[in-house]
């Protein structure tokens, strides 16, 4: 890349993404001095890791293969959606996970970087599957960020968790109406 050329905002997310779940374990692990806890967040630690890798490869992906209007369109989201500022975010809110707020937020956090990461995909035309991959991370960091809280607190990410599909599924149907309604066709 020459120089005076600008990374793509694309790219700066897929980068910066990369950068997120060795945030989220080290806060995890200072949060904590339970042999066992720390068992179970060491256990994660490289399945988490590579399936974020894997999504940052087919955000890559789909950048390379993807016409300059997807690309212009998935920068145009990346940035209005604030996702490089939603990365930083992860920082200081991994730093104190002692307690409930903080779970909460990088929880919120995570949860909306997903979200963000599945409409880009989309944009740059990324195979379906990727949402299990997704729902397989979600379903990490919700154990991860659930140890140690009280006994209400899995079912408090879980009915987060049901909120986000609902959201999800809400997002696809609209798209597939606004499709319908500007074009006079539905997607299939």
């Known amino acids: 890349m020459k120089e005076n050329q600008e990374v793509s905002v694309v790219k700066k997310f897929s980068n910066e993404f990369l950068k997120v779940p ?3 374990f080290e806060g995890l692990i200072k949060s904590t001095n339970d042999k066992d806890q720390l068992n179970i967040i060491n256990a994660y630690r490289k ?3 590579e399936q974020f ?3 940052s490869s087919l955000i890559n992906e789909g950048f390379e293969r993807s016409t300059s209007q997807a690309i212009s369109e998935a920068e145009n989201l990346i940035t209005h959606a604030s996702g490089l500022e939603m ?3 992860v920082k200081p809110l991994s730093l104190n996970l002692k307690g409930i707020f903080g779970k909460l937020g990088l929880a919120s956090i995570a949860r909306e970087l997903k979200k963000l990461i599945l409409f880009v995909l989309d944009l740059l035309n990324v195979k379906p599957w ?3 991959l997704l729902l397989l991370i979600d ?3 919700n154990s991860l960020l659930g140890l140690d809280l009280p006994t209400k607190m899995p079912a408090i990410l879980s009915s987060m968790e049901q909120d986000y599909m609902k959201e999800l599924s809400a997002h696809f149907q609209l798209k597939n109406q606004r499709v319908f309604l500007f074009n006079g ?3 299939e």
Do not use: G, N
């Open 185 to 187: 066709e539905s997607e």
């Open 139 to 141: 379903q990490i960091l």
């Open 22 to 24: 060795e945030l989220i």
């Open 87 to 89: 990365i930083a975010a």
């Open 53 to 55: 890798k894997s999504l």
């Open 47 to 49: 399945p988490l890791s």
């Open 130 to 132: 990727v949402i299990d």
